[in-house]
Every structure is written in structure tokens, then in C-alpha cells.
């Protein structure tokens, strides 16, 4: 069983500008969650998807957005890219049965210059 | 709200020595408790988990009792190895929401 894919593994981008970051959750995970994770700020979660919607969200300005296919993929969007916003993000696909655990994919880099 | 103290690192041990990290929580619920790992450029593996009170979680020669009373979820291995040097995050999930809250991560760097 294939894992939780993301893509790319490293961006690079400049400020001001917008980035997609993808995620493609393990076959029949229908919840998908992401995560930021900086050397300061450590874990911090920014919003889960379910069903194509949105079900939490993190404290976060709105210029972290994300979306949900009908097939689960997921993406996330920031917009207008601040330096601060270089970081690590995890996406984290789970059943949404009780008592599960949340699988997580290998992150994308994203740094901010 | 939730919240998750893990105890401040890094550790740093020989190889075969004991291992504690400890964990302790702050949930308005019940919640669901999870120490996960990260290897240097990787995203995070589960490690282990309970998901009820007195629960032991175990896995790979470590463990983790849920212990209700103290709202602690201490993780510990017997006999630690090199290969266990890695990034240790302990966390918690509600009862029905999907979201993890992580404690701040402990770095374990295991010395020959």
C-alpha cells in the first residue's frame, strides 16, 4: 500500500510570491490534515480536509488555504509568501474511524527568499 | 484548550543505556496519545500509541503507559541503539477530531 505522497519535496520561491503544495493521502483515507513545522514554532496545524470539506482549521492567516478533490488529494495554497512562511509542511492522512492514527508524508521544503 | 509538555532535549546517551522522555498532557476530553519519530529529512513516523487509560503502547523495544491519573504518556526503551537518534514528538488527539496536538520534540542522539 503506497503511502501519503507529496509533492514537490523542495521549493524555493520569493516573497510576495504564491505556492501549491500537494498531497496524495493513502488509498481509502478520506481525512487529510496538514501541518507546519518550523525550528520556532515546532508542529502547528493548519487546517483538515473531509469529504472535499473543510472540518478545523488552525490559527493561521488567510493567506493559507487549502482545497480537497473528490478523489482526497489535497492541496494547499499561501499566497502573498513571507519570509517567515519557510518551513517544512506535513500533510497527514487518516481513516476518521475512532482510535486511528494519522500516516504522514515525507514533507515539502519550502523556503522563502 | 489542549496542550502537550515533552521534556526539553536534546538527550544525549550511549548505546544500551535507558531511555525516559517524558510527556505530559492538558485535554478538556479523552483523548487518544501518540509518540511519533522523525529521521533528519523525514516526515514523521507513528511509533507508538494508546488510546485509552492504562493502555501500554509498544513497538520497535519501546513503550508508553497512558496513565489518566498523572495525564502522563512517558516514553522509554530498555536498551537504546544508535539508529534510535532521531527526533521524538509526543502527541494528542481528541475523541472524534482528527487534529494532533505535538508537544515541542525531544532530539535523542545515541552515542557507540
Known amino acids: 500500500k503506497a503511502g501519503v505522497t507529496q509533492t514537490p519535496r523542495y521549493l524555493i520561491k520569493t516573497r510576495g510570491q504564491q505556492v501549491t503544495l500537494s498531497c496524495s493521502p493513502i488509498s481509502g483515507h478520506r481525512s487529510v490534515s496538514w501541518y507546519q513545522q518550523t525550528p520556532g514554532q515546532g508542529l502547528q496545524f493548519l487546517f483538515e480536509y473531509f469529504s472535499e470539506t473543510q472540518r478545523n482549521k488552525g490559527n493561521f492567516p488567510g493567506r493559507f488555504s487549502g482545497r480537497q478533490f473528490s478523489n482526497s488529494r489535497s492541496e494547499m495554497n499561501v499566497s502573498t509568501l513571507e519570509l517567515g512562511d519557510s518551513a517544512l509542511y506535513l500533510c497527514?492522512?487518516?481513516?476518521?474511524?475512532?482510535?486511528?492514527?494519522?500516516?504522514f508524508g515525507q514533507g515539502t521544503r519550502l523556503t522563502v527568499v | 484548550g489542549n496542550s502537550v509538555t515533552q521534556m526539553e532535549g536534546p538527550v544525549t546517551l550511549s548505546e544500551e543505556a535507558f531511555l525516559t522522555i517524558n510527556c505530559t498532557y492538558t485535554?478538556?476530553?479523552?483523548?487518544?496519545l501518540f509518540w511519533y519519530v522523525q529521521y533528519p529529512g523525514e516526515g514523521l513516523q507513528l511509533l507508538l500509541k494508546?488510546?485509552?487509560?492504562?493502555d501500554k503502547g509498544s513497538n520497535k523495544g519501546f513503550e508508553a503507559t497512558y496513565r489518566k491519573e498523572t495525564t502522563s504518556f512517558h516514553l522509554e526503551k530498555g536498551s537504546v541503539q544508535v539508529s534510535d537518534s532521531a527526533v521524538y514528538f509526543c502527541?494528542?488527539?481528541?475523541?472524534?477530531?482528527?487534529?494532533?496536538?505535538f508537544g515541542t520534540g525531544t532530539r535523542l542522539t545515541i552515542i557507540p
Open positions: 497527514a492522512s487518516s481513516f476518521q474511524a475512532e482510535n486511528t492514527e494519522a500516516f
Open positions: 494508546a488510546t485509552k487509560a492504562d
Open positions: 502527541a494528542l488527539k481528541d475523541f472524534g477530531n482528527e487534529k494532533l496536538t
Open positions: 485535554a478538556t476530553g479523552y483523548p487518544s
